[in-house]
Structure formats: C-alpha cells, structure tokens
C-alpha cells in the first residue's frame, strides 16, 4: 500500500505504525516534535555550552524536561485515540501547557539561572510561579482525564487494567513538586531575616547542587524528591510497557496464559510499583540518599519483592475446583 509519491514520482510507503500515529491527537503529537526539537538543541547545548546552574549543564534541565514532555504527549495522544470528543479538547489545553512550562525552562537556560525554586528577580519570581500555577492546573486536568479514561475501553482488559494503575500513580507522582517547593529551613530563615533568592529544594538533608547520579542528577549524599516524582509521572509508561511485555510474552508461549491471569499479574505489577513510589517518597523525606538505603529502606524493599513473587505466582496459579459436599446422615 502506498500513501503519496516523492518528487521522482516514485511511491512512498509509510509504515503501518507511523501512519497510525499521524492520526492520533495532532495537538499532542505537535507538542511531542516541538519537544524533541527542544530535546536536540538542548544536547546541543550541553556539547558547547560550559555555563553551569546549581552544579549540572545549563542545558541538562531542558533536555530532560523535553524528553519528558514528549513521551507524555505521546502517550497521551496515543490514550486519547480510544475517547471521545472531550477527552481531545482535554488533550488540546494538555497540549498548550505543557509546551508553555517547557517553554519556560527554556526561557531560563537561555538567561543562565535556575527555572525552579527561583524568585531572585521579579522576572523570575513570575517565572516560577507561573510554571507551578501550569502544573497544578495540568495535574487537575489529568484527573479528569483518569476519569474519561477509566469509563471508557483502552485496549482489552489487561490494557485497560495497566492504564488504571498507571494513571493513578502518575496522578499521585505530580503533587510530589509541591513538597520540593516548601522552603527549608535555611531558607525560612533567611525569609525572617528579610529575603531569600531560592524557595524550595529538591533535596532533603543537604543543599541541591550536591554530587548526584550521572544523567539525573539524583543526590548521592542526602534524600532526593526527584526520584519519587521521576516515578511517579511516568508511572502511566512503565504500566502500559508492562502491559506490552505481557502480551507480547503470552502470544510467543506455547499455552498461553488467560486474560484473566495476565490481568492479575498487571494489577500486582501496579500495586508494587505503587508501593516502590511510595517507599521513595519516605527515603526522600527522611533524607536518606537512594543509592543508600537503611534497614528500614530494605526491610520494605524485600516486603515488596516478596510481594511481587507471591502476587506472580498467585496471578497465575489454577482457580480452585469446587468441592461438592456429600449429603447423609452423619
């Protein structure tokens, strides 16, 4: 099947994937390109610009906003494909918003400061406060959107089960910025001494700018709410990846297992990557670094795999065959 002609007049083949996403939400699918142009000029930038912003590249923010916002979008589009109309308009403000909280970082960069926590100047008091007033009214429309989308059919059951999860966690994981954004209590004082040019941190127990994991940034030395919220977000994604897995693995077995075990196991993949969200949450805010977790930190870790294992096994364990009772006189 061909779907046009080049300039030589020779037919052009689109694949059967990329046309079917062409189709999806073009709004989303816009802010996805506008995000990957970002994602490249940010690469760009962290090659040949040595400027620095609280102890990481200038450009490292944007590039992982970009890459960020353009799987989101993507995502998203690809969701609102099996809703209706106003699932779409939802998708067109999503759209707008979040290419302007991109945007925004971007702004920042170019001017060589910190887009969050940052209030020095008037400019970026207004900045920043603008990007969480985006936040905030993109977490609301999510919500709406989890609502639309659990009322309506995503896939067939395993998928739809995977988006639940997914989007539940995801909806959890955003408001994970409005604990960053609490002044510390350096910066409390600071403000009762008369100003501070930074309200809000994302690591908890030290200074941000600290040593962190490479690409991330992710403190090695004190908790780190970014962690918590990395997970959070894009728990929409590993769900639906885990719904892909399972599909892909049971059509290649011999006997494959029933839709209704594979939607057990995607709802105990759910219910422990909540609980992982969860337990990062509270290493974070107890200012326990994720590269070095305590006793408690593991004691929880190892009740969740254990958790894993015995939900796999249960997912697919045979249903039990009901006894008939004998009748008589005893």
């Not at 219910?271 to 930190?297: E, H, I, K, N």
Request: aromatic share 6%; charged share 15%.
């Amino acid at each position: 099947m061909t779907d046009g002609a080049d300039r030589s007049g020779c037919p052009v083949r689109v694949p059967p994937l990329l046309r079917t996403a062409l189709g999806w939400h073009r709004p989303l699918m816009a802010a996805a390109v506008l995000a990957g142009l970002v994602l490249a000029v940010a690469l760009v930038g962290i090659a040949v610009d040595d400027r620095v912003v609280v102890g990481e590249p200038v450009w490292s923010k944007p590039a992982r906003f970009a890459l960020s916002i353009a799987v989101y979008t993507v995502t998203l589009a690809w969701l609102l494909s099996w809703t209706r109309r106003f699932g779409h308009r939802l998708g067109a403000v999503i759209a707008v918003l979040v290419t302007v909280e991109l945007a925004a970082v971007v702004v920042q960069a170019v001017r060589g400061v910190r887009s969050h926590f940052n209030v020095a100047t008037a400019v970026d008091a207004v900045v920043f406060n603008a990007m969480g007033a985006v936040i905030l009214t993109v977490w609301a429309l999510n919500v709406v959107m989890a609502a639309v989308l659990v009322r309506g059919p995503v896939g067939d059951r395993v998928m739809a089960r995977a988006v639940r999860w997914g989007m539940a966690v995801t909806l959890a994981g955003m408001p994970v910025a409005l604990l960053m954004s609490r002044a510390t209590p350096e910066q409390a004082a600071a403000l009762a001494e008369g100003g501070s040019d930074v309200i809000g941190a994302h690591t908890v127990g030290a200074p941000d700018g600290g040593p962190g994991l490479p690409l991330v940034g992710w403190s090695t030395v004190a908790g780190d709410l970014r962690v918590s919220h990395f997970l959070g977000i894009h728990g929409i994604h590993v769900m639906i990846l885990v719904a892909l897995v399972v599909g892909s693995v049971a059509r290649y077995r011999a006997e494959p297992p029933s839709e209704a075990a594979r939607v057990r196991l995607v709802g105990v993949a759910g219910a422990v990557y909540a609980g992982t969200f969860g337990l990062t949450v509270w290493q974070a805010l107890r200012g326990q670094s994720v590269v070095a977790p305590d006793a408690w930190t593991l004691a929880v870790a190892g009740a969740l795999l254990f958790c894993a294992v015995a939900g796999s096994w249960w997912a697919f364990a045979p249903p039990r065959k009901t006894r008939r009772r004998r009748g008589g006189v005893g």
